[in-house]
């Protein structure tokens, strides 16, 4: 079965720093994975995603995220964040279907980032 | 950029009600989807739906929820007589169902049972 696990539920940053969220995933098969960022009181925005090739893929607003399948991990980067990367931050693997794609999320990581 | 649009934003009934949550998913996608996030919590499945049914569903999706697609347009999903505890932010989303595609969500409907 998939799964996602997000062992941070809460990471507190200096602006300016750099950030590591940390994703884990379960799958059978080979994985396609993706980063959402939710803003509070908005919905889920793609960050990037990974499906094949190159396993550092680069994002929107400076992210990155490296996929290492002898660790199961799929961790999103940024060098130095800014104060309005303060969001949710949802991991998810998906899955292939004949009806379609399915998407399971991790339960999340809330950034926080300080002056 | 096409856009996955929810409506309304903030919906307020009383408990024993029906409720319907509408969905606008983007025009040339296929496949559609409801998720559900209690407040704090994780984003959970609801149900996916491709032509013309459900495709898969999660346990959390009973007899008193129901998706339609009743025109060309709109997805909707209609929980039937609503318990404090479907209050929660829902999502709809879309996807082309191309292999390795994302997901494209809409801005949420807040659902408050009360």
Request: aromatic share 14%; hydrophobic share 35%; charged share 15%.
């Amino acid at each position: 079965a998939q799964s996602v696990t997000q062992p941070d539920i809460h990471i507190t940053v200096s602006e300016g720093a750099s950030l590591e969220l940390r994703c884990n995933y379960s799958y059978g098969a080979t994985p396609y994975l993706f980063w959402y960022v939710q803003s509070p009181g908005q919905g889920l925005q793609l960050l990037l995603k990974y499906f094949s090739g190159d396993t550092l893929v680069q994002g929107i607003k400076g992210f990155e995220a490296e996929f290492k399948r002898s660790q199961s991990s799929f961790n999103l980067r940024k060098p130095s964040v800014h104060w309005s990367d303060a969001a949710e931050y949802f991991c998810a693997v998906g899955a292939h279907r004949n009806t379609g794609n399915q998407f399971y999320f991790g339960t999340g990581t809330s950034l926080t980032v300080i002056p | 950029e096409p856009e996955v649009t929810q409506t309304p934003s903030h919906q307020v009934t009383q408990m024993g009600q029906e409720v319907i949550l509408r969905c606008v998913p983007i025009s040339n996608h296929l496949y559609f989807y409801w998720y559900r996030q209690i407040l704090g919590q994780k984003v959970e499945f609801l149900v996916s739906f491709y032509n013309n049914e459900i495709s898969e569903k999660s346990e959390i999706f009973d007899d008193q929820f129901s998706v339609e697609r009743p025109d060309g347009s709109n997805f909707t999903l209609k929980i039937r007589s609503t318990k404090l505890e479907d209050s929660a932010m829902y999502f709809c989303a879309s996807s082309d169902g191309g292999f390795g595609t994302e997901a494209f969500f809409g801005q949420g409907t807040r659902l408050t049972v009360v």
